[in-house]
C-alpha cells in the first residue's frame, strides 16, 4: 500500500482555492521578519504571501502543479493590479471583465502557469478564489443545505456585530436547532466531506467521529469568536469575503504584500525535498498546514526530521491538527519544546475554525 500522499490522492486539481488558515495566527506564531526564512506549504499561497509582507524570505512548496499555477497567478495579480483591481479579478468583488484582465497578465506568468489557465478560461472568468473542490463544498452547503436550516434573514442575523453573551444568546434560540444539528452532521461526515469536500485518503489516520468534533468548533466560531470580523465564515456563509478579508487582501496590507512578492520561491515537490534543496542557511519557520494528518507516524517522522535538518536554533514550526492527533515524534523530543501556552492561546482566536488543535514547537 502506498504511504506517500502523493500516491493515494489527486493533485492535478485546485483543491483548495484560498487558504483555510488563519495568516493571523501563523504570523503570530512564527514571527516572520526580515532576515527570517520560512518554508510553507504552499496551498493557495495567501500564508506564504502574508509571510513574505512582514519581511522574510519563503519557499513555498507544493506536490501539486495546479496549486502552484493559482499562486502564480495571485502573484502577477497582485504585482500588476491596484488593490480594488485585484479583489474584482480573484472574483472578490463584482466583474466581467476577469478574461480580458487575465489577458494582460499571462506573459507575467511562467509557461506552466500560462498553459493551466490558458485552458480555463471559464475559471477565470469564473473568479479563481471560487475555483477549488473545498470552496464548490461550503458552495454545496451554502445553496443546499442550509436553506433547508435557516433563511438568509437569519445568515445575515448571525453575521451581525455582537457581543459574546449576545451570541451565544442567538445561537442558542435561533441557531442551534434540530435541522442544524441534524444535517451538519450528516454534510460534515466523514464520508461526504471525503467525496465532496477533501479527499477520502485525507481520512485514512482519523480515528473515531468526524462531525461531531466539526460540529463543536463551529459553535465555538459561532459564539466565541467575533461572526462579523471573520472572513471565512462569511464565504461559507455568503459566498465571497467581505466586508472582513483575509490578512493578505486587506487594504492596509497591500503595498506590504506587493513588496514581499519577490521574496517568495515557489517549490514543486514535497516539503521535505524542499527543505533539503533549499535548506542551505537553514529556516526560521515552517508553516506545515495540516499535512501530517494524512500519513503514518513512520513517514511523518521522516519528513519531520528532514525539516530539523534544515532549522536554525530557535526556528519554529507550526501546523494544524483537525482530527487526527500529531506532534513533535519521540525520537525528536530532547530538541524541540512545545509552545502549547502559545499554541493554546492562538487556537482560541483562530477564526478557521474547523481545526481541533494548533501544535507550535521550537528547535532547541
Not at 459564539?223 to 471565512?232: D, G, I, M, R, S
Not at 503595498?255 to 524542499?274: I, K, Q, S, W, Y
Not at 511523518?300 to 535538518?309: D, H, K, N, Q, T
Not at 475554525?353 to 532547541?364: I, P
Request: charged share 25%; with cysteine; glycine share 8%.
Amino acid at each position: 500500500m502506498p504511504q506517500r500522499i502523493e500516491d493515494r490522492a489527486r493533485f492535478d486539481l485546485i483543491r483548495y482555492a484560498n487558504c483555510w488558515e488563519d495568516a493571523d495566527v501563523l504570523c503570530s506564531a512564527l514571527a516572520p521578519a526580515p532576515g527570517r526564512r520560512v518554508l510553507s506549504i504552499a496551498s493557495g499561497g495567501d500564508n506564504s504571501f502574508a509571510l513574505a509582507a512582514a519581511g522574510a524570505e519563503v519557499v513555498a512548496a507544493d506536490l501539486s502543479p495546479a496549486q502552484l499555477a493559482l499562486c502564480e497567478l495571485k502573484r502577477a495579480a497582485l504585482r500588476w493590479l491596484d488593490h480594488d483591481g485585484l479583489l474584482a479579478f480573484l472574483g472578490i468583488a463584482r466583474s466581467d471583465r476577469r478574461v480580458s484582465v487575465y489577458a494582460g497578465l499571462r506573459e507575467a506568468l511562467p509557461a506552466s502557469a500560462r498553459d493551466y489557465w490558458d485552458a480555463r478560461p471559464e475559471a477565470v472568468a469564473a473568479g479563481v478564489a471560487h475555483g477549488g473542490k473545498f470552496e464548490n463544498y461550503f458552495r454545496l452547503f451554502r445553496t443546499r443545505l442550509l436553506p433547508l436550516i435557516h433563511g438568509r434573514g437569519a445568515v445575515a442575523a448571525l453575521l451581525e456585530p455582537r457581543d459574546s453573551p449576545g451570541r451565544r444568546q442567538f445561537y442558542d434560540r435561533t441557531w442551534n436547532n434540530l435541522r442544524w444539528r441534524l444535517l451538519f452532521r450528516v454534510f460534515f461526515s466523514r464520508r461526504v466531506m471525503g467525496r465532496l469536500g477533501r479527499d477520502p485518503e485525507f481520512f485514512r489516520y482519523v480515528e473515531g467521529p468526524v462531525s461531531d468534533r466539526i460540529l463543536a468548533r463551529a459553535e465555538y466560531a459561532l459564539t466565541a469568536l467575533a461572526t462579523h470580523e471573520n472572513p471565512y465564515l462569511q464565504f461559507i456563509l455568503n459566498g465571497n469575503y467581505g466586508p472582513a478579508l483575509p490578512r493578505y487582501l486587506r487594504p492596509e496590507n497591500f503595498a506590504a504584500v506587493r513588496a514581499g512578492l519577490d521574496r517568495v520561491t515557489f517549490f514543486h515537490g514535497p516539503v521535505e525535498e524542499a527543505a533539503r534543496r533549499h535548506g542551505a542557511g537553514g529556516f526560521d519557520g515552517f508553516n506545515l498546514s495540516d499535512i501530517f494528518e494524512y500519513l503514518p507516524p513512520d513517514v511523518c517522522r521522516g519528513i519531520y526530521a528532514a525539516l530539523l535538518a534544515a532549522a536554525r536554533p530557535g526556528a519554529r514550526l507550526a501546523y494544524w491538527n483537525m482530527l487526527a492527533p500529531r506532534s513533535c515524534p519521540a525520537e525528536f523530543a530532547a530538541r524541540v519544546r512545545p509552545l502549547a501556552e502559545l499554541a493554546a492561546s492562538l487556537l482560541a482566536q483562530d477564526q478557521a475554525f474547523f481545526y481541533s488543535r494548533l501544535v507550535v514547537e521550537e528547535v532547541g
